[in-house]
């Protein structure tokens, strides 16, 4: 069974610029999530989409960051305009669903995002 | 208010030895779960184990085994017969609620484990 595929692994921007971070979650996964891991700190949500509804925004910074999964599979996340601050791994997971039978969540390598 | 606290930042520990990672945690739900995730270089979240609140007896994986203490609130995790492939970054994390009302997952600040020759 192939895994939570992330693409790119690695960019590097300039502030101010935009980028966009694509995520395929396990065949069949319903749940599909979006977190932010700084360096030195635990992954933090920024968005939780049940197929192609989004379940949980509260984390995401709406005013620079945006999410969609269209369709119910594929999901891109997108940073326009990029800060300093934003730099980070991002990391997408995916689950079959959010209920206790279905509480474990499959992640992807992560996108290592470079802000100068 | 930090839900999750990881006290040691980092460990090093002997091949073949016993670890012990500390995790406490901090919710006035009665239902919630605990989960213990790897990180290695490679940066990939691996799950590990599962603890739910109402679950009796402490759950074991292999050689992953969550000492589990309601009443103190804690969590930890502790791995067997150490192996250098065990090196890696650990979190624990926590959800809150129960059946489709399942709360966001929140992970404490991490233990980098370094296992030794």
């Known amino acids: 069974e192939a895994g939570v595929a992330q693409s790119p692994r690695y960019k590097i921007i300039e502030k101010r610029q935009s980028v966009a971070f694509w995520c395929n979650p396990i065949s069949g996964h319903a749940t599909l999530y979006w977190y932010q891991q700084i360096l030195g700190q635990g992954p933090k949500l920024l968005i939780q989409?049940?197929?192609?509804?989004?379940?949980?925004d509260s984390q995401l910074p709406k005013d620079r960051f945006s999410a969609e999964r269209l369709k119910g599979v594929d999901s891109t996340l997108k940073i326009q305009p990029a800060k300093l601050e934003d730099s980070a791994v991002y990391l997408c997971a995916s689950s079959l669903g959010s209920g206790t039978t279905a509480y474990e969540q499959y992640f992807g390598p992560g996108t290592r995002l470079t802000v100068t | 208010a930090q839900k999750i606290t990881q006290t040691q930042p980092g460990m090093f520990v002997q091949e073949k030895e016993a670890v012990t990672l500390d995790c406490t945690y901090d919710t006035s739900d009665q239902s919630y779960g605990l989960f213990w995730y790897k990180q290695p270089s490679s940066g990939e979240m691996i799950f590990l184990i599962y603890?739910?609140?109402?679950?009796?007896q402490n759950a074991t994986e292999g050689r992953y085994s969550l000492n589990f203490q309601k009443a103190r609130k804690s969590a930890n995790l502790v791995i067997s017969a150490s192996q250098l492939g065990d090196s890696a970054m650990y979190f624990c994390a926590m959800r809150e609620g129960s059946g489709d009302s399942w709360g966001k997952l929140q992970f404490g600040a991490g233990t980098q484990v370094v296992v030794t020759p």
């Open positions: 603890q739910g609140s109402y679950d009796e």
């Open positions: 989409f049940q197929n192609n509804g989004v379940v949980d």
